[in-house]
């Protein structure tokens, strides 16, 4: 069972960045793709990044602020999100595909306000 821990989240200003990282239990080249998604209250979890070891795409509502890395040295893997707004505020998840399984992590918040 492959085991994810978000860490990274806060508050931050509407416009300012944000980091967050996702440790995995075992190697995420061998895992493959791994993304993140968000649930904000009262709504559903979407899936605003995914990469494999080779390329990358993203939600329509994050492309062009969102850049989702990968550290295959460190098992790890980031969200850098840049122009932030109220509506980016969420529960933010990373997530794992492996041999037909989705795993998460517990989540990390993220909140926009000034």
């Known amino acids: 069972q492959v085991q994810l821990v978000e860490s990274g989240g806060g508050l931050v200003q509407p416009g300012g960045s944000l980091r967050l990282s996702c440790a995995a239990s075992e190697s995420i080249f061998d895992i493959g793709t791994m993304g993140w998604g968000r649930q904000a209250p009262g709504k559903q979890r979407e899936l605003v990044a995914a990469?494999?070891?080779?390329?990358?795409n993203y939600a329509d509502s994050v492309k062009g602020r969102f850049t989702m890395r990968r550290d295959n040295t460190k098992n790890t893997v980031f969200l850098e999100m840049g122009s932030l707004q109220p509506e980016d505020t969420a529960v933010y998840y990373c997530t794992a595909w492996k041999q037909g399984q989705q795993y998460w992590g517990q989540g990390t918040q993220v909140t926009v306000s000034s």
């Open positions: 990469s494999s070891t080779t390329h990358a």
